[in-house]
T-cell receptor, first 112, second 113 residues
Framework: GQQLNQSPQSMFIQEGEDVSMNCTSSSIFNTWLWYKQDPGEGPVLLIALYKAGELTSNGRLTAQFGITRKDSFLNISASIPSDVGIYFCAGQQRDNFNKFYFGSGTKLNVKP | DSGVTQTPKHLITATGQRVTLRCSPRSGDLSVYWYQQSLDQGLQFLIQYYNGEERAKGNILERFSAQQFPDLHSELNLSSLELGDSALYFC????????????FGPGTRLTVL
């Protein structure tokens, strides 16, 4: 089946540092999505990307839709303690029953 | 608030029992997806519906079934429950477009004792 390779699996950083994580696939996607999940809660959509090469920001978060349509990255600048959580990438394929495929997540820990 | 609602928030039951989880999609969304997330695991896709019809199945056990009703709400039925079925169950909805975005509900935490 389709797989999204998300890295890194976990990160331990100091407050104020910048963070970068990415997702790659062997398949092409129509949409790339980035979510944040807090423990016991549902994933919350952070950024949606719909076009190859698109660069979108949401506050301190910036994400890009790779030109090949097979990858995406998420950057968080000047991290703060409330950034702690698990970040998931997801890719959508319209041709394949409109399925969404998820990465395994990046667990972010921020030390004050 | 994503606009996707799920009930109940928590469910505690015994092995062998049957439960029903309910989901209402965002207004205007025609497609509903169900996911299972066990402790410290990723999201496992279970099943997908579009406008009342099943469209895709993932790793859904035969003991589990789902349906989407004419008003577009969906129910996930879990029967003959086992300890290993304890997990968070999420519903998500989307419009079903060429480019699409999926929004998640708050989840139902199922505990099987």
């Amino acid at each position: 089946g389709q797989q999204l390779n998300q890295s890194p699996q976990s990160m331990f950083i100091q407050e104020g540092e910048d963070v970068s994580m990415n997702c790659t696939s062997s398949s092409i996607f129509n949409t790339w999505l980035w979510y944040k999940q807090d423990p016991g809660e549902g994933p919350v959509l952070l950024i949606a990307l719909y076009k190859a090469g698109e660069l979108t920001s949401n506050g301190r978060l910036t994400a890009q839709f790779g030109i090949t349509r097979k990858d995406s990255f998420l950057n968080i600048s000047a991290s703060i303690p409330s950034d702690v959580g698990i970040y998931f990438c997801a890719g959508q394929q319209r041709d394949n029953f409109n399925k969404f495929y998820f990465g395994s997540g990046t667990k972010l820990n921020v030390k004050p | 608030d994503s606009g996707v609602t799920q009930t109940p928030k928590h469910l505690i039951t015994a092995t062998g029992q049957r439960v029903t989880l309910r989901c209402s999609p965002r207004s205007g969304d025609l497609s509903v997806y169900w996911y299972q997330q066990s402790l410290d695991q990723g999201l496992q896709f279970l099943i997908q519906y579009y406008n009342g019809e099943e469209r895709a199945k993932g790793n859904i056990l035969e003991r589990f079934s789902a349906q989407q009703f004419p008003d577009l709400h969906s129910e996930l039925n879990l029967s003959s429950l086992e300890l290993g079925d304890s997990a968070l169950y999420f519903c998500a909805s989307s419009v079903w477009g060429a480019t699409d975005t999926q929004y998640f509900g708050p989840g139902t935490r199922l505990t099987v004792l």
